[in-house]
């Protein structure tokens, strides 16, 4: 609900950009539904809401990485070693 709530407040003022964080992030975020962005990023990953993301920071980080959209730029901070492979592929 509160995505969408934002979605309408942004759409009804004159805005030049908006920040949008996304709520568990991911494949599954509702921010997803954005047809443009342009810059995507992955702040620090953890074990957190595995019951949707994955057991392993490996599997996390794969969700997490459904954020990135084809010639977007992506930026992240330092993961653990197998996250950051995730995130570079």
């Not at 934002?6 to 992030?25: N, R, T």
């Not at 490996?58 to 730029?73: L, Y």
């Amino acid at each position: 609900f509160l995505t969408i709530l934002a979605f309408q407040i942004f759409a009804s003022e004159p805005l030049d950009v908006v920040i949008f964080e996304v709520g568990m992030g991911g494949t599954l975020d509702a921010t997803n539904v954005l047809e443009r962005k342009n810059v995507t990023g992955v702040t620090l990953l953890d074990y957190d809401h595995m019951e949707f993301l994955g057991d392993t920071i490996e599997e996390i980080a794969g969700e997490k990485a459904g954020i990135f959209m084809k010639d977007v730029p992506a930026f992240t901070l330092e993961q653990q070693s197998g996250a950051m492979k995730v995130l570079e592929e």
